[in-house]
């Protein structure tokens, strides 16, 4: 038996060494061993895009069993909270995501969760239910790329002519945590690099700011924009408004901040030209024409007072999809250059199935003065249920709409039909793919990179990205390597990933999780640590001045005391004893203190000496709690 694990183990080896020679040209740190060989590699759907693009990150799913809670793989997290953000019925739980039969399942499911929820009006705490269990799942702050191209393979879920789900493949900036709405005031959706005094409040991070505090650099405007892949929406086929597409239909959209101000669109209705993004690129999908969504232009988050309120946008298209997209799998990707230094050109183009659906191009931003995102973004996917997405609107008469449980009959009113029978609900993603072009210096994979750091903001700000109301002490606990109980091998990965020992799953070499189902992850070229830099742009030449004055003044003024406080001593210590001998003052002092046996170092009244002279700091801290956030 030991003999045949050694070859078998010596064989794996072997397997691993002849991939590696083969990932050897590329960066592989981030690359699953299952993806085939034939994938390591791809081009542009686009035709003016002739550059070869390398493959950067993959997870293929082909590991059945493998868990996502907090601390258990390398790539993600499946969250364990509530979900304050868009009139959210859900509550998101780790053991609705697994691996099974090779794909990813996030799974929608009728379950109770009670948890600690905020009035807002009261400013309380207070015990709350939800009545819908669902999954997401999350890369921040693990894997981040800026610029390239991303490709998800996934099912849908549930009922297309059934309403309520929300299936979603979208991408965040790494200094907002999705759900974690005090990571994102002030934060998101901003992709916002000019000096604006409107908007200096509201942007936490701003261009007019001089001084680069957390290893950022002054100037420079930064925020979390976000990338929505897919946003499935689901229920009736009736006309819409103002628009030739119908449901089941999906939405691809980029969200940015600082929005347009005056003359918004009308939800529902199309925009006024001027008033609105110009110059939009639109495709279709076998026919089916990709049009402007109407029914979204973005949000007002409001705070007080009234100059840290600020407009969002969502430039967002939509495109019919029909049942199979239900059944079988389909290829949804975005292909995102970053723009340049300046903040000008870069673009987003969307395809499904390979053709095109709709583009962005950096110029088309200039109405806002925004961008292109060029933020270091995490990929994420879920499914949410929510009042806002596919529910009765406006509510209908008579129904107050405001429980949404199923089996409730003074709840029924307010459900989509057929809701209740539409759980459980499995979104299924088969792979994931980040491809990145070669030699080129605006991709770049990293969740806190030179230009753009992160790091050192999210540790000064941790309690803004984990449940501290829940005990969570950090926002990511680090990966687990081996230690799930086990009885036999195939628990721990057994023959190539780990076997059990004593009871506990061992890891084998590039395998790490509980139970030694993961493949490593990592940075192949990690930025170095971020030190703190004094940058010669923080200081104007007026202040510089002024503080070499001020030095100058400081280093004259103690001169001058300490040479007349030596004039005093001397004089002091010269003082005829008794005997007519002169003696010092402070061997006296030294000979008093030996006899007494005692020292002191308290000031007059016997209060403690505080060698900083001041006393401690009181800390004030702040909390924003922002009504709405859209994911």
Same mark, same amino acid.
Not at 83 to 95: G, V
Not at 322 to 335: A, I, N, W
């Given at each position: ?112 969760? %009670? ?156 925009? %006024?030209?001027?008033?609105? @993004?110009?110059?939009?690129? @639109? ?11 109407? /029914? /979204? ?77 060029? &933020? ?103 990966? #687990? ?69 001020? /030095? ?11 040479? #007349? ?37 308290? #000031? &007059? ?27």
């Amino acid at each position: 038996m030991m003999r045949q694990s050694n070859t078998h183990q010596m064989s794996s080896f072997l397997a691993l060494l002849l991939y590696a020679v083969v990932l050897s040209q590329c960066n592989a740190g981030w690359v699953d061993p299952d993806t085939p060989e034939e994938f390591l590699s791809t081009t542009s759907h686009y035709e003016m895009d002739t550059r070869e693009y390398e493959l950067v990150f993959s997870d293929e799913f082909e590991q059945d069993g493998r868990s996502f809670e907090d601390g258990s793989d390398p790539r993600w997290t499946a969250i364990d909270k509530n979900d304050y953000t868009n009139e959210a019925l859900h509550f998101y739980k780790p053991e609705n995501v697994k691996t099974t039969n090779g794909v990813l399942n996030i799974t929608t499911t009728q379950q109770s969760n %009670k948890y600690k929820a905020f009035d807002e009006d009261k400013h309380k705490y207070y015990a709350d239910s939800k009545h819908i269990q669902s999954g997401m799942v999350q890369g921040w702050n693990k894997f981040c790329l800026t610029g390239g191209i991303i490709e998800f393979n996934a099912k849908l879920p549930g009922d297309p002519n059934v309403g309520g789900l929300w299936p979603a493949l979208w991408m965040l900036g790494n200094l907002a945590r999705a759900t974690y709405v005090g990571s994102s005031n002030f934060i998101w959706p901003y992709s916002y690099d000019v000096c604006d005094e409107t908007n200096r409040q509201s942007q936490q991070i701003s261009a007019c700011s001089k001084v680069g505090h957390y290893s950022m650099k002054p100037g420079l405007g930064r925020g979390s924009p976000e990338i929505d892949i897919l946003e499935a929406m689901m229920g009736s086929s009736e006309e819409l408004p103002n628009t030739n597409v119908t449901r089941p239909y999906f939405s691809t959209s980029l969200q940015i901040a600082p929005g347009v101000e005056k003359n918004r669109p009308i939800l529902g209705k199309l925009p %006024k030209k001027g008033y609105w @993004y110009e110059e939009l690129e @639109y495709g279709s999908y076998n026919g089916n024409e990709t049009q402007l969504n109407p /029914f /979204f232009y973005g949000v007002k988050l409001e705070h007080k007072p009234k100059q840290y309120t600020y407009q969002s946008d969502a430039i967002s298209a939509n495109t019919h999809i029909g049942k199979d997209f239900f059944k079988h799998l389909h290829k949804y990707r975005v292909e995102w250059e970053p723009p340049k230094k300046d903040g000008t050109e870069g673009y987003l183009k969307w395809f499904l199935d390979g053709q095109f659906l709709f583009g962005i191009n950096g110029d088309t931003l200039k109405l806002t003065n925004t961008k292109i995102p060029d &933020e270091p973004m995490y990929l994420l996917m879920n499914t949410a249920v929510a009042s806002s997405w596919g529910f009765p609107k406006p509510c209908p008469d008579g129904c107050k709409c405001t429980c949404y449980e199923c089996g409730n009959p003074e709840c029924t009113c307010g459900l989509p039909d057929g809701f209740c029978d539409n759980f459980p609900a499995s979104f299924e993603i088969d792979y994931i793919r980040a491809y990145q072009a070669k030699n080129d210096p605006k991709h770049i994979v990293g969740c806190s990179t030179v230009d753009r750091p992160t790091e050192r903001f999210i540790k000064g700000h941790k309690n803004d990205y984990m449940n501290t109301e829940e005990g969570q002490k950090e926002p990511l606990l680090p990966v #687990r390597r081996g230690g799930a109980p086990c009885v036999k091998d195939s628990q721990c990965g057994y023959p190539s990933k780990g076997h059990c020992s004593a009871n506990r799953c061992v890891c084998e070499d590039a395998y790490t999780g509980p139970r030694c189902l993961s493949h490593f992850g990592f940075d192949d070229n990690p930025p170095p640590p971020e030190d703190i830099e004094v940058s010669g742009y923080e200081f104007s030449p007026a202040f510089t001045t002024m503080l070499i004055f001020a /030095f100058v003044a400081f280093i004259t003024f103690v001169g001058l005391f300490v040479i #007349r406080r030596r004039r005093d001593v001397e004089k002091y210590d010269s003082l005829p004893t008794n005997d007519g001998s002169p003696i010092n003052r402070r061997m006296m002092h030294m000979m008093q203190q030996q006899n007494t046996g005692t020292g002191s170092y308290q #000031r &007059e009244g016997g209060a403690p000496f505080n060698p900083m002279g001041a006393s401690e700091q009181k800390t004030v801290t702040y909390c924003v709690i922002d009504q709405r956030m859209v994911s």
